[in-house]
């Protein structure tokens, strides 16, 4: 498996461009449910309590295996927003080294502005996915 075209930064820094040249908030939270719709089908075998999330107000799905020396994230969500987020963060952490994902600080997800726009709940749970994130790229490492 090889790496993805654009590092982390450079991918995080896409994101930061387009929220900046989306001024709207409601233009925003289209483009989040644009990327949603852009995951890839998640197996319908692997919609099991025991791929679900804790800490997510909506049902959340997440499979995660090393290909290689890069580790692989699937997810789904029954929520478009939440679809959304899942979308932004696996363009960020999926395909990468558990290095890469331990080295990466989720501070750029304040600085696009998502915490003062997501619920209570919604936002507790893009955190809580983040960890998953890290406690898979820790066991991996």
Known sequence: MSA?????????????????????????????????????????????????????????????????DRLRFQ????????????GLLLAVYDNRTPAEILDTDPAFLQELGLNQHLSPSRSNGLYSFVKHINAAASRAS
């Open 75 to 86: 997810a789904a969500s029954d929520a478009l927003i939440v679809s959304g987020l899942i």
């Open 4 to 68: 993805p075209e654009k590092s982390i930064e450079e991918t995080i820094q896409d994101f930061k461009d387009a929220f900046l040249f989306l001024e709207e908030w409601t233009d925003r939270y289209g483009y989040l449910i644009d990327l949603g719709r852009k995951l890839p089908d998640f197996p319908e075998a692997a919609k099991v309590d025991e791929n679900l999330m804790e800490g997510c107000q909506s049902q959340v799905w997440l499979l995660s295996h090393m290909e290689g």
